[in-house]
């Protein structure tokens, strides 16, 4: 194959956030995401080789739009979605001590990662090269967690 090639399979990671203080209600306390200085979440972007091309915020929701999909954060989840040759799993460990550091959150509640079947997995940066790689990853970061594979993987 020749020429410049994109890889459109989107990445989709969601990670949300529980307090041993018990203030992750819906009190104005220090447990929000949102309280993450915007500068330290455009570092974290960087780590996944996306950038920052608009923000805009509400009431419940700090939106990015990236040049690799989007980014929404609230109150005790945020939700990363990005394609092309993007290291999404990359944003997991820095986010997870931006949002102790600064939100006092010290519990993963749950953690969500989902894509479909690369068309040129051979172009992806680790650990997004195969799926096994992806599910090493956060296995290392994560205890108990399961992988599941839906539908068939030679065809998409």
Known sequence: ??????????????????SSNNNSGTDKGNNDLRNIPRDLIEEVLNLVNCKVLKYAQSATTDTYVLSESSMFIFQSHFVLKTC??????HAVQPMLALARDYCEFDKVDQVFYSRRKFLRPELQKAPHSSFDHEVAYLDSIFEGGCAYVLGRTNDD
């Open 1 to 18: 194959m020749t020429g410049h090639f994109f890889e459109g399979a989107e990445k989709l990671l969601e990670i949300w956030f529980l």
């Open 84 to 89: 092309g040759e993007t290291t999404l799993l």
